[in-house]
């Protein structure tokens, strides 16, 4: 007796590839605008831990090299950057640490006081004996979400607080 055996080779069909990819197409167009929502407000928590490496590089270098720093928030153009004191003056790194970057579109910066009130300078210093001049780094997202860079007296070194938290313990 003859056994005929079904030897039929495992795999999937070109129709189920394609309607695997038409599937796969339809779930990603509907999550596509809450995905870029999502990259939005990543952006903006990413530049508050940029800002939050620089100050934590200024008040090394300022410390090791013993000479004032200064991070720079210039709120009109949505720039931060290091710079030193040389010389009597206040000059650009030249590194790549310390050059100047812009924020995320549609995002806005503003440096206050450790009170919360418009500060009168548009830097942050840091002296080389490990103080810094206490002050908060507020940076607003587009979709609104504001990220805290603070440091609330001299001695203390900047963090980020989390949303709704006053620093204050």
Not at 42 to 51: F, H
Request: some cysteine.
């Amino acid at each position: 007796m003859a056994r005929t055996t079904d030897r039929r080779p495992g795999g999937f069909t070109l129709l189920e590839l394609i309607l695997m990819l038409v599937l796969i197409s339809t779930v990603l167009a509907l999550a596509a605008p809450s995905l870029r929502g999502f990259v939005r407000s990543r952006e903006t928590a990413n530049a508050a831990a940029r800002i939050l490496a620089l100050t934590q590089y200024a008040r090394s270098q300022a410390i090791s090299e013993a000479r004032p720093y200064r991070l720079h928030v210039d709120g009109s153009s949505n720039l931060c950057w290091l710079a030193s004191q040389w010389c009597g003056t206040y000059v650009e790194l030249g590194r790549e640490m310390g050059r100047p970057f812009a924020l995320p579109p549609g995002a806005v910066v503003r440096l206050t006081d450790a009170s919360g009130q418009a500060s009168p300078l548009s830097w942050v210093q840091f002296y080389p004996d490990g103080r810094t001049d206490a002050a908060i780094i507020e940076i607003t997202g587009a979709p609104g979400e504001v990220f805290r860079v603070a440091c609330e007296s001299a001695t203390e070194r900047f963090r980020i607080l989390a949303p709704g938290e006053s620093g204050k313990p």
